[in-house]
């Protein structure tokens, strides 16, 4: 009898130092499992599987960890770049879609809301332009656009008979100093109408239509209507007006034929001649994905080469045309 209830007494005293046992070891896992979600949640400490990092290896660890998070938020930059940029595609992409060209033609027209957007657009004389029924009260309109567009096909068709800027063009690009033009949306606004065909250089001038007479006028409308926008007779007829319709006036006299200077868009210098005509001519600079500058071992022969083309052709072509040329790098 006393030999059964010492091995029940043996017996509970086995279970209790299990049980024991088992909930400290329950615990214990329980700890080690909410300390690895931990680690695993703010990146601190080894993962499943690793050794436990302490003292000089914990702050090795640190260092990098902090590396890659580094690396990781650089990416993310670059990835919150990229699609700004294209953003800004469809944006352009959009606004490309909204211009339209004349009928029959291939000539593109801005939409007035581009035009008016230039810096100049305050040195229309809207005034003279609703007299002559061009202008809306509004101000611009998509006929005055159209005709402008005829104007500055001719005027490019001209000016590419009479100067050597398509060679000129042809020699920029084979230099071998790596010259870019702008693409897309980083045209102004003479970029994207130029009907030259080339890769650096365009018109540069504002035309000022409102300034010709009434047949010459009807001449520009009915190319519009035609979608015939280049003709010997209109040559003919840009050759004997361009100089007054590039022509900058003071829109606070408009009388006023005094020569002065302004300054290139954005208010930055060269001061160009009221009288000018000007050519632009495209140097990009060239950026990485994140929006860095690239480094680039021609860029002073780029600016020797194009400083001493620019004396050159300025000179050359003044005196073929008998009027004042600005070549204007940007």
């Known amino acids: ?15 209790a130092v299990v049980l024991t046992a088992g909930g400290k070891f329950a615990k214990a896992r329980r700890q080690e499992g909410g300390l690895r979600q931990a680690q695993k949640e703010y990146g601190r400490g080894p993962a499943y599987g690793q050794e436990t990092r302490t003292g000089g290896d914990y702050e090795k660890y640190e260092k990098e960890t902090g590396k890659q998070r580094g690396w990781q938020e650089e990416k993310q930059m670059d990835k919150e770049r990229q699609n700004r940029n294209r953003e800004t595609e469809r944006y352009h992409a ?35 332009g609703k007299e002559k029924g061009l202008l809306d009260e509004d101000g611009l309109n998509q006929r005055y656009l159209c005709m402008q567009a005829v104007y500055r096909a001719n005027l490019d068709a001209y000016l590419l008979e009479r100067l050597d800027v398509r060679d000129l063009d042809e020699e920029l690009m084979n230099s071998g100093l790596g010259f870019a033009s702008h693409k897309g949306g980083d045209q102004n ?3 994207k109408e130029s009907t030259m065909g080339l890769t650096f250089i365009y018109l540069r001038n504002n035309l000022y239509i409102e300034y010709l007479g009434k047949d010459q006028l009807d001449l520009l409308a009915h190319a519009a209507e035609e979608g015939v926008p280049v003709t010997d007779e209109m040559k003919s007829m840009v050759e ?5 319709v590039i022509r900058v006036r003071n829109p606070r006299d408009w009388e006023d034929d005094s020569r002065f200077f302004y300054p290139k868009a954005g208010g930055s210098r060269p001061e160009i001649s009221s009288y000018a005509l000007v050519l632009g001519m495209a140097n990009a600079l060239k950026y990485d994905a994140s929006g860095r500058l690239l480094p680039d071992t021609h860029r ?9 083309i620019k004396e050159e052709k300025e000179k050359e072509y003044s005196e073929i045309l008998g009027t004042e040329v600005f070549i204007l790098i940007e």
């Open 300 to 308: 002073t022969d780029q600016y020797e080469y194009l400083e001493r």
């Open 1 to 15: 009898m006393r030999k059964g209830w010492l091995r029940r007494i043996l017996v509970c005293c086995c279970l």
């Open 94 to 128: 959009e606004k490309e879609g909204e211009r339209h060209h004349l009928p029959g033609s291939t000539l593109w027209v801005p939409t007035v809301e581009e035009v008016s957007e230039n810096p100049y657009i305050y040195r229309y004389n809207h005034e003279l």
């Open 240 to 244: 004997d007006t361009y100089r007054e």
């Open 189 to 191: 606004l003479y970029e």
